[in-house]
């Protein structure tokens, strides 16, 4: 049976798995082209192979390396259209053990391979076909395996497959025949009756483990039922083979050259403080391949070197940090790295792109926010293309960029090469899905639990998980269960590009650390890594008997006996860094944003018999007119909502500055403010919703809130989260719903998030929009949004008085900060917007107040000053 490993209704074109390339009409022949003294992991631009670290480029030809079901290396350059005509494809091929007796298995190619969503890389990833080939009893057969034909009887060593299809009615005939070296035919299979549509796709060489999966009669229509991670992938058996002199011909081929990728596969940069740092993410290259790249910019008509950088031997990453970066202007750059070609000449590869100059004097700063990158939708053409049309400034993605499943096969954790590898595998295809975006505007990448294979983390510091313990129980003791370079790999493909950090000492098991200031347009970001200190809650919280992150101690409260006075979220170096950072306004900076991996809240509820996180995947989606009857808050401690007064700590700080909060990872997006002492006293947080959402969650509360959002539904208004802490609900986007398909990636809530800053107004737009929002097809917003937010809101505690109004001559736009006298304590620190402002305060005392430019150290400061109730006196400041 043909395995189809997608959802939905494949919506055929005139030619498939186009998309991103343009069709070439003309029947160009193909022929492998490998340099023979290379060897490498990676087999060359125009190949995706599946799974990466199971094959090498070796002696000019492709290996794999590792036994296992549907092996198979997608060739990304050409693909077959549905136009009549003809198709040839040959390989030569033999057994990489020699006299050795083979497992069940095939060998040989696949043919038609689609995906679902008509892109060749999903069709490359996740796409599927019929098998052509040859069993490893001999056997040659044509998309069923046949007891009937003849086995060969001679050494599986320099046999050559050649597959020919030519039309014969309504239908072709297919013939493969397998070939020695001499030329002698040895066997011959025919099939007359293959439906045209069967040819039409991609082609692949196929090396596998197990029976050979028989094609139905026609193709099998794609929906929810039958996607899922791969099927029959795992890793056993001996079938290992070499393949070379790889042919594809034909009129029916299509030639797509520029849908190669790589050896530049994607950069990301920053730009803050006149310092641009970018990184170039490479393949696993060999030992004779070029071991740096080039970073080049135009200077009028000619490009200029200004920089080279080496490549990491585990991250495959090149990093470039340059300095006193003229950022004024839009830079056009590009990236330069030379591969060495079959006979023995070099190709120069580039990758070009724009340094967008800093947007400091420009009236609105547009950020896109995305997180939750699971590869079903990949290559996410239905959003990618609507998040460029809002031309964003800066992208930020949370978290979970890759899970443990993306490009199937699982996961592989030793040894620490190929476990490096195999999640180089899944983080291409994030910058495959983005590259476009990436290259031409400044990214904040930052890692959470599924980017290192876990479930949930707890860093606890960056200890080792406690030894003997797998799965949840290890990641519930706290820590990181794999080796601590491969979790810097992943730190250096996603973050390296970031600014330094602001602490750069290692944690525990000399784990990098990547927590960082960026100002960015007027707009400084507080980039935090908010689960790398975290404690585990199940080491602390006996009595809770937490398992994956929720007690399955029913009875436990977890509002009144959770608050471990020992647990941390940010840790201390954070919290310093964090109070540091809300007072610093160097850079002309007007707003402060903290972008991290998930909000400070836990803005989800469950019925409330099914209080545990094995409910989550099997609630059925509702309809928009329904509402469950019995919803209650979670107590999910792999929310920030715990440990209680760390996150009060943590906000606390942040609303010193009067920053906003964009994050992810909880897999519902919502809009809420934050409440410490009171509800609505703490800034606003923005979660986006996940691009594809593989654990959808809800918020639809029993009892309505307090203050609701005039207009908006009954979940809206003053809540307690499942552990006491107070938050203002503004909007949720609750998965419903949709009629759309694939319904496992449109009923989930999945999308995106843009958020707006207005330098003029000094407020912020927050927008969260559907994967297939299109205004000009009448799909918005999610309901509830946008939703706007005034800076100062962001600190909007009740106040005890008001110091004097502050009249700042020979200043525009001062900075402000005041000072409790008693203990020194800054109470806040904002930007002034004109030259009046009114300081608030909280309690009654003594205060000092500071006004000026931190860029040049010029303050005025006045002391002694007393709050009344309401501003009854002006106070002049002259510069």
């Not at 086995?151 to 599986?156: A, E």
Request: proline content about 6%; some cysteine; aromatic content about 10%.
């Amino acid at each position: 049976m043909l395995i189809r490993r997608t959802i939905g209704t494949f919506m055929m074109m005139a030619a498939v798995c186009l998309v991103g390339c343009r069709m070439g009409h003309k029947a160009a022949e193909f022929e492998s082209d490998f340099a023979t003294g290379v060897e490498r992991v990676w087999i060359g631009p125009e190949y995706w192979a599946n799974p990466l670290q199971d094959w090498r480029l070796n002696q000019g030809r492709i290996e794999c390396m590792q036994s296992g079901g549907d092996r198979n290396v997608y060739l990304l350059t050409r693909s077959v259209d549905s136009r009549p005509g003809d198709l040839e494809v040959t390989v030569t091929l033999g057994q990489l053990q020699k006299d050795v007796e083979l497992n069940e298995g095939y060998v040989g190619f696949k043919i038609g391979i689609r995906g679902q969503f008509g892109d060749y890389r999903d069709s490359a990833v996740r796409g599927d076909g019929y098998r052509v080939g040859m069993h490893t009893d001999g056997r040659l057969f044509i998309g069923r395996y046949d007891e009937s034909v003849t086995p060969l009887k001679v050494p599986f060593d320099h046999v050559t497959l050649k597959l020919t299809a030519v039309p014969a009615g309504d239908t072709y005939a297919v013939t493969l025949k397998a070939v020695d070296a001499e030329g002698k035919v040895l066997s011959s299979v025919t099939r007359n009756d293959l439906k045209a549509d069967w040819l039409v796709g991609g082609i692949a060489l196929a090396c596998s483990h197990g029976k050979v999966p028989n094609m139905p009669e026609e193709r099998p229509e794609i929906n929810d039922g039958n996607w899922g991670f791969r099927a029959g992938t795992e890793r056993g058996g001996n079938v290992n083979f070499w393949f070379a002199d790889w042919k594809v011909s034909g009129t029916k081929v299509d030639v797509r050259p520029e849908c190669a990728f790589g050896p530049i596969l994607f950069d990301q940069y920053t730009l803050s403080n006149h310092t641009m740092r970018m990184t170039a993410q490479m393949p696993p290259i060999g030992v004779r391949d070029a071991q740096s790249v080039a970073l080049e910019i135009k200077d009028g008509r000619t490009w200029k070197e200004i920089q080279s950088a080496p490549i990491h031997t585990l991250s495959r990453t090149a990093t470039f940090t340059v300095k006193a970066w003229d950022s004024s202007r839009d830079t056009p750059y590009r990236l330069v790295y030379t591969l060495a070609d079959a006979d023995g000449s070099k190709t120069t590869h580039y990758l070009q792109g724009t340094i967008r100059k800093d947007p400091v004097n420009k009236k609105e700063l547009v950020v896109a926010a995305f997180t939750g990158n699971n590869d079903l939708g990949f290559p996410n053409n239905d959003f990618v293309s609507k998040v460029a049309e809002h031309n964003p400034d800066m992208l930020f993605f949370s978290g979970d960029q890759i899970y443990e499943g993306v490009g199937g096969y699982g996961t592989q954790t030793t040894p620490l090469d190929k476990a490096c590898n195999d999640y180089l595998r899944k983080w291409y295809l994030y910058g495959w899905a983005y590259r476009d975006l990436l290259k031409d505007r400044p990214t904040v990448a930052i890692p959470d639990d599924h980017d290192v294979y876990h479930g949930n983390i707890w860093g606890a510091g960056g200890k080792a998980t406690e030894k003997g313990l797998n799965g949840a129980a290890a990641q519930d003791s706290g820590g990181y269960k794999f080796h601590p370079e491969f979790v810097n790999t992943v730190h250096r493909t996603q973050t390296s590009h970031l600014p330094d950090p602001y602490d750069p000492a290692p944690i525990e098991q000399n784990i990098s650390v990547y927590y960082c200031n960026m100002n960015y347009g007027g707009v400084s970001f507080a980039i935090l890594a908010d689960r790398m200190f975290k404690s585990a809650p199940a080491t602390l919280l006996p009595e809770a008997k937490i398992w994956n992150g929720w007690p399955q101690n029913l009875k436990f409260d977890a509002k009144h006996k959770a608050d471990h006075p020992d647990a941390q979220l940010l840790g201390d170096r954070q919290l310093k860094f964090l109070n540091e950072w809300a007072i610093d306004w160097r850079g002309d900076v007007w707003m402060k944003t903290v972008l991290s991996q998930t909000i400070f809240a836990n803005l989800a509820t469950l019925p409330k018999d099914e209080m545990s996180d094995a409910s989550v995947p099997k609630l059925r989606i509702l309809n928009a007119d329904e509402y469950p009857p019995d919803d209650k808050p979670v107590s999910d401690f792999d929310s920030n909502g715990w440990p209680q007064t760390d996150r009060n700590k943590a906000l606390r700080a942040m609303r010193r500055g009067f920053a906003l909060h964009i994050a992810g990872d909880q897999h519902l997006g919502s809009t809420l403010q934050y409440g410490i002492e009171d509800y609505r006293d703490a800034g606003f947080a923005v979660c986006v919703p996940s691009v594809s959402n593989v654990w959808p969650r809800r918020w639809y509360p029993m009892e309505p809130g307090e203050n609701p959002i005039p207009g908006q539904p009954r979940y809206t208004g003053d809540y307690e989260d499942g552990f006491g802490n107070k938050m203002s609900v503004h909007a949720v986007s609750n998965p419903v719903f949709t009629g759309l398909q694939p319904s496992m990636l449109y009923d989930r809530a999945t999308g995106y998030g843009i958020v707006r800053f207005n330098r003029v107004k000094r407020h912020v737009t927050i927008e969260v929009w559907p994967r297939l929002a299109d205004e000009k097809q009448g799909y918005k917003q999610y309901a509830g949004w946008p939703v706007t937010v005034r800076q100062t809101d962001n600190y909007n505690r009740a106040a005890f008085g008001y110091l004097p109004t502050l009249k700042i001559k020979g200043m525009k736009d001062a900075v402000v900060q005041v000072i409790r006298e008693a203990d020194n304590e800054v109470v806040y620190t904002i930007r002034a917007k004109g030259n009046t402002f009114v300081p608030k305060v909280f309690a009654d005392g003594g205060y000092r107040v500071k006004v000026g430019n931190p860029d040049t150290d010029t303050f005025i400061e006045i002391k002694h000053l007393e709050p009344t109730k309401q501003p009854n006196e002006d106070v002049e400041i002259i510069f």
